[in-house]
């Protein structure tokens, strides 16, 4: 079976300020439905590298799906 592999890594509060802009976007009346349902997506995987993030004791989060 083949694993899943990691996209790219970023630091815990690079994440941190890109949630707070993913979540200013998805707000803004200009965006169209299919940018803020991937920004959705995007915001979802970030919190989910964060609840896991804490645990590993990793500064990194390692974000991306394969």
Same mark, same amino acid.
């Given at each position: 079976?083949?694993?899943?592999?990691?996209?790219?890594?970023?630091?815990?509060?690079?994440?941190?300020?890109?949630?707070? =802009? %993913? @979540?200013?976007?998805?707000?803004? *009346?200009?965006?169209?439905?299919?940018?803020?349902?991937? &920004?959705? +997506?995007?915001?979802? =995987? %970030? @919190?989910?590298?964060?609840?896991? *993030?804490?645990?590993?004791?990793?500064?990194?989060?390692? &974000?991306? +799906?394969?």
């Amino acid at each position: 079976m083949r694993q899943a592999r990691r996209g790219w890594t970023m630091p815990e509060e690079n994440a941190r300020s890109m949630l707070s =802009m %993913i @979540e200013e976007r998805i707000r803004s *009346s200009d965006i169209r439905v299919e940018h803020r349902d991937a &920004l959705i +997506r995007l915001r979802t =995987m %970030i @919190e989910d590298d964060l609840e896991v *993030s804490p645990r590993s004791g990793s500064p990194l989060l390692c &974000l991306g +799906r394969a």
